[in-house]
């Protein structure tokens, strides 16, 4: 499923317009990477089973990097990762899944010489082990990489038992001969059905990561699996984190509440993104963006103060009537 979330225009008060767009024009004339250089550090959480710290803001690169070789578009894709990495982030999530997703990517590392800078994750979901040892190869060739820093089993709650044990097996051997360096789980399609399931798949297997679709629009993942990712020492990975825009479609005309400023959320963007921050076991936020300005402000959610407890009741109970 996708990671893509930006397809409704983020909304900003006049001000705010008019600061954006001084951003842009900074962005075309190549100063936005330097703007995020700039900025405060974005808040890093350690990856539980082994330490290494990682930034909370990544990038989702479904629908919006399956672009084929349109130059335009890959131009401002690559100010994008380039803006992402300046700013002191490092997660990019990929699948074979995602059209051409992967091989732009593969591209864009390649010409820009920055794949060393990158923790790179994609996913695999073909049948049987052959299958996905042939799925897994072909996507490192698309990435032009020997290796990917996260391997993740895609929709492992539509998987049969014995299916998924097969390729968790799987994915701890490509750990082991070093294709990738932590492997994990995901699942982004009626996600409140299936966490029953992967709080199974926590407790039994020693992942490293999960990745699940977490948003105030779908708050699931808050009634038990958070807690149990914590407990079982399970990197959090948040996919959809707009509800595939949804939340923008929610608040459409509206300005973002003066309250908001005790959090340091002045837009939307930032406004949903660091209430999902705001847990403790969430690790890294993967909104995708094919846009500088939009790059540039999810990574001023990772900056700042986060809600608190009584500061996200406060949040929710602004956003469910408007759903």
């Keep these: 499923m996708t990671c893509y979330d930006e397809s409704d225009p983020r909304l900003y008060s006049r001000r705010e ?20 250089a700039a900025a405060k550090p974005v808040l890093a959480r350690k990856i539980p089973r082994t330490g290494e710290p990682l930034p909370v803001i990544g990038l ?11 130059t335009a578009q890959r131009a401002e894709r ?30 864009l590392m390649a010409e820009m010489k920055v794949r060393d800078r990158i923790f790179l994750a994609t996913k695999f979901r073909a049948r049987g082990r052959d299958g996905a040892i042939a799925e897994m190869k072909e996507s490192l060739r698309r990435l032009r990489t020997g290796k990917v820093d996260l391997m993740l089993r895609h929709n492992i709650g539509f998987v049969e038992r014995g299916a998924a044990t097969e390729h968790l097996a799987l994915a701890r ?20 059905k299936a966490n029953d399931r992967l709080i199974e798949i926590l407790r039994q297997e020693k992942l490293d990561f999960i990745q699940v679709n977490y948003s105030l629009a779908e708050r699931s993942a808050e ?9 079982t020492g399970t ?20 300005q973002v509440p003066e309250w908001a400023k005790e959090f340091d959320a002045p837009t939307w963007g930032q406004f ?8 403790d076991a969430v690790n890294v936020v993967l909104p995708g963006t094919d846009k500088p300005e939009y790059m540039l402000d999810n990574l001023d959610a990772g900056r700042g103060r986060l809600p608190n407890a009584a500061q996200r009741e406060r949040m929710v109970e602004f956003i469910e009537p408007l759903l």
């Design 60 to 70: 989702g690169t479904a629908i919006i990097f399956d672009i084929g070789g349109d």
């Design 78 to 107: 690559s100010q994008v990762i380039r803006i992402l990495l300046e700013g002191g982030a490092r997660l990019i999530d990929t699948a074979p899944s995602y059209g051409t997703a992967e091989s732009v990517l593969g591209d």
């Design 17 to 36: 317009v008019l600061a954006l767009g001084a951003a842009l024009g900074a962005a075309a004339l190549g100063i936005g990477p330097a703007r995020a």
């Design 173 to 192: 051997e490509w750990k082991a001969a070093g294709i990738c360096r932590y492997f994990g789980v995901t699942h982004s399609q009626n996600q409140a």
């Design 223 to 231: 009634h038990k699996l958070l807690a149990v990712a914590a407990e």
């Design 272 to 279: 949903f993104l660091k209430y999902i921050l705001a847990s």
């Design 235 to 254: 990197a959090v990975m948040v996919n959809l984190p707009f509800a595939r825009a949804r939340l923008f479609r929610a608040v459409k005309g509206r």
